[in-house]
């Protein structure tokens, strides 16, 4: 597998609902909103269109603001929009900073990984910044937006950016094994092998089993012409991860390489 094809994969795009920022991020101020809150939100998933209509209105009135302003924006990520939820979602982290609210660098995680599965990597860096700037460094907060923001400037060929913010999540937080995995394949693509060994071995450390690591320390090795290692790893992650994407590419890199 080439290089390129392998950082793609191992940063490729999350879903929104899975992404830096839980979907119920918006802040609720008292009881009511946060019924009507959860209503929308639960419209999103069955109706999303009537979900626009109503968080439309919703956001019209008094009280709507950000809560209103996010059903809106999952409404428009749940129908493929990605593109008009991305704005939405800037939008609603926007609202949320006028209000000193503490889920501002979720919001604009969301609005980040939104902009990145519309194609714009370069709207997504700038959302992502915004989360770090109101993460205030702290980590469980910082570490997965300085994550996305890598991912963004790999997808600009901006590697030297992408590889500072990695640094800079793993010595905010250590044991973030996908923060190795993914230095350890940047490390890989600038052919520094003794940097990709140690920080894939690191990730293995902290999450072992874990398919992507699998993979990643399968190309690793055959990057160091350690092909018996490399189909041993491959093979362990064929088996151990049946249907999942890094099994896929590992059969892929097995039929390349074959003992």
């Not at 269109?49 to 749940?78: F, M, N, S």
């Not at 990605?82 to 982290?93: C, F, H, K, V």
Request: charged fraction near 20%; aromatic fraction near 4%; include cysteine.
């Amino acid at each position: 597998m080439k290089g390129s094809t392998a950082l793609k994969l191992a940063m490729a795009s999350v879903s929104l609902a899975t992404s830096t920022a839980p979907v119920g991020a918006a802040p609720v101020r008292d009881a009511d909103q946060a019924e009507r809150y959860r209503s929308c939100l639960a419209l999103v998933d069955a109706r999303p269109d009537q979900a626009i209509e109503r968080a439309t209105q919703w956001r019209g009135e008094a009280g709507g603001g950000v809560p209103a302003r996010h059903c809106l924006a999952l409404a428009y990520a749940k129908q493929g929009n990605y593109a008009r939820a991305a704005t939405a979602l800037a939008e609603t982290a926007g609202a949320a900073e006028a209000e000193a609210d503490p889920n501002v660098a979720e919001l604009w995680g969301q609005a980040g990984n939104a902009a990145l599965l519309a194609g714009q990597p370069q709207l997504a860096l700038g959302y992502f910044g915004s989360g770090i700037a109101a993460s205030g460094m702290r980590p469980a907060h910082a570490v997965p937006l300085l994550i996305d923001r890598a991912r963004a400037a790999v997808e600009l060929h901006h590697d030297p950016e992408a590889r500072t913010d990695l640094e800079r999540a793993t010595r905010l937080d250590p044991v973030s094994a996908q923060a190795w995995l993914l230095r350890a394949t940047l490390a890989r693509r600038d052919h520094d092998l003794p940097s990709a060994e140690r920080f894939i071995l690191q990730a293995g450390t902290i999450a072992p089993g874990d398919a992507d690591i699998g993979l990643e320390a399968g190309n690793i090795a055959a990057a160091q012409g350690k092909l018996d290692l490399a189909r041993a790893a491959w093979t362990a992650v064929t088996k151990g991860a049946p249907g999942s994407a890094a099994a896929e590419a590992a059969a892929g890199s097995l039929a390349a390489n074959p003992g």
